[in-house]
């Protein structure tokens, strides 16, 4: 669907993104990840035909976006980091002349607006002045604007910025109904929100890509083993060594108060069983057991300090 | 393309209707108007009480004593007006980043500057109605001459169109509406300054240029009524090129 190579854009003597190239599928949800200042606005601009690279290729649906930008605009739905909205406009009036401006059919317009409004939950305040809104809400009309001609393409630069954690959970929850049937584009430097929404993660950092791949693979090429949290109440050298024992078992730590991390080869739940067994079996007091998976965050500050 | 063009301009005048802005610069200028076509018909009437000099043919002209005093005082009061109402076009748009929202959607930046034009020259359409309501007026009481004065308003009309083409160039080239009205008088006031070179240079070659540049001397033709085809084309082709460069300045957003 779309198709990076070879990306660079300079300003002056500063290279915001050096060489980029990355392939994304269709019905993909893509995590765009990087520290501020990494490149992920500049690179989606690109994408969205808002401006030229200094060199390299964008191809969208089939459409190279410099000579076919027209082609490529009708199918991206674009939410910069400012919500582009007019604040001496009502929220419907907003979103019918985005979609005319997005040249979907008359006919079809009241209807497409309809389901941008049930989608974005702004159906209470459609008949408000934009600029009287609060800053969730207007960042929800930017999301709004960018789904209403239904496009093939959502790009979301940061999309759930000033939003109240009811709000942001969910847009999450509307970024994750929107993937089956639109391919999206997601930047952000929030990390839960990658781990909520994203399928697969694009790092970046100082313009160049780190790291690309699933959240598991991540967290495996990052680790080269798994981990399992296990807390218990009372922790004796007795237990460590039982556990230790256990088969698939490759280290123990302790990392005080009661909680332990136990890497193993897989994350097999045979293992968890027998570690289970062992904790009730010597009385250690079982709390908690869980995968210790997707801690993005230590990957994100590894990745992005290293380069 | 045209119709992409037309969605803008709608936009634009109903966002114009419903907000104040329009409506205190409507209202400012009927006050003005109002008062100076008072006093030029009062004018006019202490011309007409004055004996008249024997060999002098002028008497009382309601054309060139009433409407043409008009016109250019409407011209004057362009010249600052439609700035105002053009300086938001773009510098608003790019202060709010609406911008990024024109220059994402299927449109070309062409089919962007044609909407603002046309917007505009509707808002400028609806102050010259007004305006022309007072010699309409008079036409009740005196007779008018008609062709006179519906050539003196295309005149007015062609080159208030000028003055909106040169503030959209102004307010693309600024993202404050300050600035981008503050460019756009210092145009518009250039454009009829120039007239003066003739006067001071020695080169005919340079008072036949700059003759043909002035604004001024092009409208005084549509108010005589000897009107020609190369004001018109002049008038046209100035409209053109500072579109030209508008769309240029939008365009080079990409590349920056």
Known sequence: MIEIKNLTKSYGSIKAIENLNF????????????PNGAGKSTTMKIITGYMAPTNGMVNVAGYDVFENPIEVKKRIGYLPEVPPVYLD????????????????PKGELSKKVQRAIEKTYLGDVRKRLIGNLSKGFKQRVGIAEAIVSEPEILILDEPTVGL?????????TLIQTLSGEHTVILSTHILPEVQATCKRIIII???KIVAEDTLEGLNRKMRGSHQILLKVKNVSDLLKVQLKAVNGVLEIQDRGSGNLVIDTMEPDDIIMERIAQVSIQFHAGLMELRHLEGNLEEIFIKLTSNV | MLNTSMIIAKKEIRTNLKGPGFYIILFLFTLLISFVS????MMLKIKSQMPSVPGADDGVNLHSGFVAQLVYLIHFMLLLFVPAMTSFSFAEERKTRTMDLLLTSPITSFDIVIGKLNASLFLVL????????????????????????ISSYVGLFLVAAVYVAIGLFSSAISTSVIVSYVIAVVLNLFC????????????????????????SKHLTDFIQGAVQVSGIVFLLSMIVFFVFLTQRVIESARWK
């Not at chain 1, 419907?92 to 997005?102: E, N, T």
């Open chain 1, 89 to 104: 406009m009502q929220v419907d009036d907003y979103l019918s002349y985005v979609a005319q401006l997005k040249q979907v």
């Open chain 2, 38 to 41: 008072y006093q030029t018909v």
């Open chain 1, 23 to 34: 392939k994304i599928n269709k019905g993909e949800v893509v995590g765009f990840l990087g």
């Open chain 1, 205 to 207: 950092n100082k313009g």
């Open chain 2, 192 to 215: 009829i300054f120039v007239v003066w070179t003739s006067q001071t240079s020695e080169n005919p070659l340079v008072r036949d240029i700059v003759n043909h540049i002035s604004i």
């Open chain 2, 126 to 149: 609806s102050l010259l109605g007004i305006s022309f309501l007072y010699p309409l007026s008079l036409s009740i009481s005196a007779s008018l001459d008609w062709s006179l004065l």
């Open chain 1, 164 to 172: 109240d954690p009811k709000q942001v959970a969910e847009i999450r």
